[in-house]
């Protein structure tokens, strides 16, 4: 059966995980090595020992995201989270840095090393690169990829798969979005936010809701709209064409990933493990989506139809995509 594995921003969403069937929950410290640093969410050291007790104890395994970029000269909490990590018996580490990277598979060689889609791997020479030097055991890819390109990977490697399957979309190089650092000032690789909260501001003007990022408007629409989060990936642009302009969504539309019903595909591709993105959501939304994909992963194993529509009032505007999986995107 493919690994379901699942997200958990709080104490009480990793115990929602477990309890709704994830076989395996990512999370992160409390702090700027994991990138969905947040007020409010991830783990104190003594949250995270007592959340991956509980996850053990059912038969459920927890890998920790130490997947920002440190600073130069500045790599202590960094170190002292693989340290962490490693002494709270984490069945694997998530990270992106090769200097990170290369420390952790020097200073704890028996612990089980995981490359982020923040690192951006996205072909067998870089994905056999980090496998070959530190030891990596698995590659999240990005979610730029279409199933045949993902085929074609497997066959070239020697290390295990992991794709997303549902939640956000990201439709720029991972970890790396330069539109996102342009607005705000910070790197979502090295600060761990891509359209941070703190540079959001909704405003109510000449009836219609606005929502910008930065100085950036990025939605307009009228009142009694929803108004989509202001990401600029899924902003609404005027872009010249010719002879004329275009106003839309130029990059892709608010909408959500949704590949379930591409998991027998992506099983036949020879994936390992299915990714759920959401660690800043809510313990209710993560149980439901959970009990969702497992089902559908074990419909899978078992050679049956994938349930549908069983998630489309938790993606982004009620609407969603298979993205690059299916290279049916802009």
């Given at each position: ?176 979005c330069s539109l996102s650092s342009y607005a705000t000032g910070l790197s979502p690789n090295m600060n761990g936010v891509c359209s941070p909260a703190s540079h959001v501001a909704y405003a ?5 809701h606005e929502a910008r990022l930065g100085e950036f408007l990025i939605h307009r629409t009228p009142k009694g709209m929803p108004v989509p989060y202001p990401t600029l990936c899924k902003g ?65 194993d078992q050679g049956a139809p994938m349930p549908e529509g069983l998630l489309a009032r938790l993606t982004e505007g009620q609407a969603a995509t298979t993205g690059a999986y299916a290279k049916?995107?802009?």
């Amino acid at each position: 059966m493919m690994e379901l594995v699942c997200p958990a921003g709080t104490p009480a969403a990793l115990r929602a995980a477990v309890d709704a069937g994830a076989h395996t929950v990512y999370c992160g410290f409390a702090d700027e090595t994991n990138a969905r640093n947040f007020p409010g969410l991830n783990f104190s050291r003594e949250e995270m020992a007592q959340g991956i007790a509980y996850a053990h104890a059912r038969g459920a395994k927890v890998l920790i995201a130490i997947n920002t970029f440190p600073r130069a000269g500045d790599q202590a909490l960094w170190h002292r989270a693989v340290s962490d990590a490693a002494g709270l018996d984490a069945d694997a580490v998530i990270l992106a840095d090769p200097g990170l990277i290369a420390h952790a598979a020097q200073t704890h060689p028996h612990l089980r090393l995981h490359l982020s889609v923040q690192a951006a791997a996205a072909n067998p020479d870089a994905i056999n690169f980090h496998a070959r030097t530190f030891g990596i055991r698995r590659v999240v890819l990005p979610r730029v990829l279409s199933v045949e390109e993902i085929t074609a990977i497997n066959r070239e490697i020697d290390i295990e798969t992991e794709v997303f399957v549902f939640g956000g979309l990201c439709v720029m190089a991972e970890g790396r979005c330069s539109l996102s650092s342009y607005a705000t000032g910070l790197s979502p690789n090295m600060n761990g936010v891509c359209s941070p909260a703190s540079h959001v501001a909704y405003a109510d003007t000449g009836g219609n809701h606005e929502a910008r990022l930065g100085e950036f408007l990025i939605h307009r629409t009228p009142k009694g709209m929803p108004v989509p989060y202001p990401t600029l990936c899924k902003g609404c642009f005027t872009s010249p064409g010719d002879g004329s302009s275009q106003t839309g969504h130029i990059f892709e539309d608010p909408v959500s990933l949704d590949a379930t019903r591409l998991i027998p595909a992506l099983q036949k591709a020879g994936v390992t493990a299915l990714k759920i993105e959401g660690r800043q959501r809510s313990r209710a939304y993560v149980a439901q989506v959970v009990r969702a994909f497992r089902a559908a992963v074990e419909a899978a194993d078992q050679g049956a139809p994938m349930p549908e529509g069983l998630l489309a009032r938790l993606t982004e505007g009620q609407a969603a995509t298979t993205g690059a999986y299916a290279k049916t995107w802009r």
